[in-house]
């Protein structure tokens, strides 16, 4: 089974900070990789999907990439809204779907 | 307005059942795969089942195969999630959600707001 990992588990940064979240997975996986922000007591939102395409409606300051094993989630400017987890999503016929722990991020 | 509405949690002994139901609105059910996601309390999101766009494919994760079977109407707009022989360790909020595709191993662009699940004696 192919397992997911995030890092930093959590990080706290200022305001207008580039924050980096990388997403590894213990085999590859092509590009079949999606971030999800979810802000407390809030439902998960999709981001980022194919590892790099932004869903519409989504700040540019968010930014995938990656491919195979190793992914990250850019945050280019953080802004005080972005306090929230972060989540990594494989999806696959062939792989299954996992999400990774989550990284925590406080302003 | 689009959205998931899921409906029937509620507080369950162990070994007892329970079947959650997802509406949909505003979106067009029948084409997109759907999936039941769960989040217990201060923990992360687990993917416990998935079905595809017309049933014709459907996924479990190990933790509730056997126990759980999922299913959809179509003409109800509604995906639905069979609980059996529920354990403490299913406590959780379960969420459906809407595959960016028809298939049910997607990303997911749409979230419900979810329905809590505890199993307690």
Redesign the interface.
Request: no cysteine; aromatic share 22%; proline share 9%.
């Given at each position: 089974d192919i397992q997911m990992t995030q890092s930093p588990s959590s990080l706290s940064a200022s305001v207008g900070d580039r924050v980096t979240i990388t997403c590894r997975a213990s085999q590859g996986i092509s590009n079949y990789l999606?971030w999800?922000q979810?802000k407390p007591g809030k439902?998960?939102?999709?981001l980022i999907?194919?590892a790099s395409t932004l869903?519409s409606g989504v700040p540019s300051r968010f930014s995938g990439s990656g491919s195979g094993t190793d992914f990250t989630l850019t945050i280019s400017s953080l802004q005080p809204e972005d306090v929230a987890t972060y989540?990594c999503?494989k999806?696959?016929?062939d792989?299954?779907?996992?999400?990774?722990?989550?990284t925590k991020v406080d302003i | 307005e689009v959205q998931l509405v899921e409906s029937g949690g509620a507080v369950v002994r162990p070994g007892g059942s329970l079947r959650l139901s997802c509406a949909a609105s505003g979106i067009t059910f029948d084409e997109h795969g759907m999936s039941w996601v769960r989040q217990a309390p201060g923990k992360g999101l687990e993917w416990v089942s998935g079905i595809d766009w017309n049933g014709g494919t459907i996924g479990y994760a190990d933790s509730v195969k056997g126990r759980f079977t999922i299913s959809r109407d179509n003409a109800k707009n509604s995906l639905y999630l069979q609980m059996n022989s529920l354990r403490a360790e299913d406590t959780a909020f379960y969420y459906c959600a809407r595959a960016v595709t028809s298939a049910m191993r997607d990303a997911y662009d749409i979230w419900g707001q979810g329905t809590m699940v505890t199993v307690s004696s």
């Open positions: 999606a999800y979810q439902v998960p939102k999709l999907y194919a869903q989540y999503q999806f696959n016929r792989l299954g779907v996992t999400f990774g722990p989550g | -």
